[in-house]
């Protein structure tokens, strides 16, 4: 069973301040996503990485795919109130169940103004 | 339609009773996904439809769930004879393609099921 450990589980920042969300298994993936998910809403996907050591950067949010393909960060410069909400990452399994995603059980972010 | 939807948005029930969910995905995405969200933990995988392949059942958490896709298109998650532990938030997703990359879900709103 692959399991994705998501750190830190709770963060409650000021606007302004930077911030890193870890998202660890100890299991490969063929791809790892990052979800955004608002109370009473469904998760909305940020990106996808799909090679080891592989950066994407979108506005203020960088994510990095680790070499192994067994951990992936989120960093967020200078947060905003509009930030605010559940970051999920997800792995995709690897093989031909690579549709099957595992996800982590999420970092709740507040960012106060 | 513009987006995943899913009725009803919220269901309470009784223990014991069935219940069905509904899902309607994006139009012309061949594969669509059920995963539950229980409180304080991840999205748990369900089942996965593709196309007219069979279904993808692994992740449903006792035969008193099922799910089927009628037309490849509209999709109903059903669970007899309820029990406390099946409140959770049921999820649907879809998708163009899948594979490394190609998986871009679009999720629902979700349907919020409470069993007293």
């Known amino acids: 069973t692959q399991l994705l450990e998501q750190s830190p589980q709770f963060l409650s920042i000021q606007e302004g301040e930077n911030l890193t969300v870890y998202c660890n298994s100890s299991?490969?993936?063929?791809?790892l996503q990052w979800y955004r998910q608002e109370p009473g809403e469904g998760p909305v996907l940020l990106v996808t990485v799909v090679t080891g050591g592989e950066v994407k950067k979108l506005k203020r949010l960088t994510f990095q795919f680790g070499d192994a393909r067994k951990d992936s960060s989120l960093h967020i410069t200078a947060a905003q109130p509009g930030d605010t909400g559940l970051y999920l990452c997800?792995?995709?399994?690897?093989?031909?169940?690579?549709?099957?995603?595992?996800f982590g059980k999420g970092t709740l972010l507040t960012v106060n103004p | 339609g513009a987006g995943v939807s899913q009725s009803p948005s919220n269901k309470v029930t009784e223990k014991g009773k069935d219940v069905e969910l509904r899902c309607d995905p994006i139009s012309g995405h061949t594969a669509l996904y059920w995963y539950r969200q229980s409180l304080g933990q991840g999205l748990e995988f369900l089942i996965y439809?593709?196309?007219?392949?069979?279904?993808?059942k692994s992740g449903l958490p006792s035969d008193r769930f099922s799910a089927e896709r009628t037309g490849g298109s509209v999709s109903t998650l059903t669970i007899q004879r309820t029990q406390q532990e099946d409140s959770a938030v049921y999820l649907c997703?879809?998708?163009?393609?899948?594979?490394?990359?190609?998986?871009?879900?679009?999720f629902g709103a979700g349907s919020r099921l409470t069993v007293l």
């Open positions: 439809f593709q196309g007219n392949s069979a279904p993808d």
């Open positions: 997703a879809s998708s163009l393609g899948t594979g490394p990359g190609a998986n871009v879900l679009t």
């Open positions: 299991s490969v993936f063929s791809s």
């Open positions: 997800a792995g995709g399994a690897s093989g031909g169940s690579n549709y099957k995603l595992t």
